[in-house]
T-cell receptor, first 111, second 112 residues
């Protein structure tokens, strides 16, 4: 049982580049989330989805986009990367609004 | 907007001590509260989940309490071990919101 799988684990981007952070879960969870964690801070919600085809903005959505074409996958797209997007990104899934399972994170540096 | 605060930010204790981590939240209209553990460079592991109707939950050496009316939760760790060293995060699921609101965490170091 893999749980929530995030790729890549580490990435360095140049300012202005774009990339997609991948997230896949194999637990048939309806709810999926993207959070970012800055040093010394709590996790902030970027986007979330309550099912395939449905996405919504969280607290800090600017500079990001998501899609949810299947139950399993919830990729996060960064367009025109900026230094302010340097952070650790966590994907999570849940069967409802409890019972969260988190991925191991993607550490992104924008230089 | 829900604000979650954790005190202290960091804590060092000798092995074997019992300890308490604190979490407070500003809006008592919560659905549940969770305590997570985060090891350096790793993801979050769920430790305990307390529903809003519950007062406490126990798992092994861990006991979490919830006082919704006062906006407080505590995580009690008995007989601490070096393997307990990690950052402990408190998170609140607010009624009507599809989100967890996280505190900034308490970094615990248990000294052998």
């Amino acid at each position: 049982n893999a749980g929530v799988t995030q790729t890549p684990k580490f990435r360095i981007l140049k300012i202005g580049q774009s990339m997609t952070l991948q997230c896949t879960q194999d637990m048939n969870h309806n709810y999926m989330y993207w959070y970012r964690q800055d040093p010394g801070m709590g996790l902030k919600l970027i986007y979330y989805s309550v099912g395939a085809g449905i996405t919504d903005k969280g607290e800090v959505p600017n500079g990001y986009n998501v899609s949810r074409s299947t139950t399993e996958d919830f990729p996060l797209r960064l367009e025109l990367a900026a230094p302010s997007q340097t952070s650790v990104y966590f994907c999570a899934s849940a069967p409802a609004s409890y019972g969260y399972t988190f991925g191991s994170g993607t550490r992104l540096t924008v230089v | 907007k829900q604000e979650v605060t954790q005190i202290p930010a960091a804590l060092s204790v000798p092995e074997g001590e019992n300890l308490v981590l604190n979490c407070s939240f500003t809006d008592s209209a919560i659905y549940n509260l969770q305590w997570f553990r985060q090891d350096p460079g790793k993801g979050l592991t769920s430790l305990l989940l307390i529903q809003s109707s519950q007062r406490e939950q126990t798992s092994g050496r861990l006991n979490a309490s919830l006082d919704k009316s006062s906006g407080r939760s505590t995580l009690y760790i008995a007989a601490s071990q070096p393997g307990d060293s990690a950052t402990y995060l408190c998170a609140v699921a607010q009624t009507g919101a599809n989100n967890l609101f996280f505190g900034t965490g308490t970094r615990l170091t248990v000294i052998p």
